[in-house]
């Protein structure tokens, strides 16, 4: 019996360590069962943010690849652009080149025609053909500084200039034109203001130019008034307002606000009627705000119509202005610069004969000497064997034009003649092309005789 006791004791004991053995076991399992969860939890966790993760790269390199092609887009469409833009400006130089070439012939020889001697008839003939070539100039002008406006490449002058002499000089090219309309033209000058200002008279004659023709355009009697006024002036700078007044139809209320937009005209009847582009008003608000100015209209219907502007002009000492008064005489009925230097000899560099011609006659008028290069390497050849004072260089000549014949002046023979361009191509581009190859100046076909005397003797009396 107590042998069946002890074994039935070590057997309970047995089976008592089996299950404290088992039971650590069990803890040990459900220890690494928790720690398997937690690892599993944690595994889930860097799974779920890994995932994240590669979606996050995933979408950046989506973004990437966007933005990359967006930027191969934007660059492709900025190179077109560029393209188109200088597409448009060989279009404008090339167009400019043709009109303005036969155009130099046809204006150049009118005004040699007017100085012969003609009959009342003949007269108002040739006055017919001025006045068609010159309004084909405006157009011409107007539709380059369009293109300049919108490329925001118009740039101005800041040099001294005699006001009265600049209005006289663009007033002459319209005297035909109040003749044959029996238009009577009133000035009104302001006696305050000085007589020599410091701006750009080219665009400021462009700016009158364009309100002048309109005026006459919509005025078929009556008088058409300019006026100048001295708003207010200091030591340095003077404001002027300038009105111009017509007696024509009149423009519409409800179209005022319209009328200096592009291609825009008072109404469709206008147009019919009257003709024109609607350019020269679009020019002339823009190149006045360009320059810090303002410009108004006023008008009633049946009645007339007042556009004006006000803008600020530079001014110069006392001493500059009595200085540069001298150098601006009258002769006959051409407004050109004063006494020129003696013997002077001019090398012109131009390829077409009715050009050559007529450069002839314009300088023979000026009592200059000339010599013709009918190229570039002509003319370097001339300049060479010979001496002059300055050289007219056409631009667009065969063998060698005029911008290699410049920079092979300039470069090869060191010479710092004067060259004036001579030029049918007026747009900025070429401009700029003149002036980086040495050129001092330019002036553009068809020739303004006043305007090409005067910055002949500029360029003599700085050599000398």
Known sequence: ILNDQTEKKKTEQTILNYQDRLEVKLNLLRDNEKQLNKINKELNFRNTEKGKRIA??????????KQKTAKIQAEAATLIAENAVK?????????????????????????????TELS????????????????????INDILDLAKVNEGKMTFEKSPFNLPVSISTMLHLFQAKFNEKNLKLVKQFDENIPEILLGDAMRLRQIILNLVSNAIKFTSEGTITMSFHMLKEDAESATIEFELTDTGIGIPQDRLEHIFNNFEQAQIETSNSYGGTGLGLAIVKQL?????????????????????????????SSETQLKASEELIMVKDNIIPGAAPKDIKVLVAEDVMLNQLLIKIILADFGFELDIAENGQLAIEKLKENKYDIVLMDLQMPVMNGFEATAYIRNQMNSQIPIIALTADVTSIDVENCKAVGMNDYISKPIDEALLYSKMIKHLKKLG
């Open 56 to 65: 996050e790269l995933n979408n950046a390199y989506t973004d990437l690849q």
């Open 87 to 115: 597409s448009k400006q060989q279009f404008l130089s090339n167009m400019s080149h043709e009109i303005r070439t036969p155009m130099n012939a046809i204006i150049g020889f009118t005004n040699v025609v007017l100085k």
């Open 120 to 139: 009342e008839d003949q007269r108002a003939y040739i006055n017919a053909i001025k006045i068609s070539g010159d309004a084909l100039i405006i157009l």
């Open 288 to 316: 006045i705000e360009l320059q810090g100015g303002t410009v108004f209209v006023k008008s009633e219907i049946g009645k007339g119509s007042t556009f004006g502007f006000v803008m600020n002009f530079g001014k110069i």
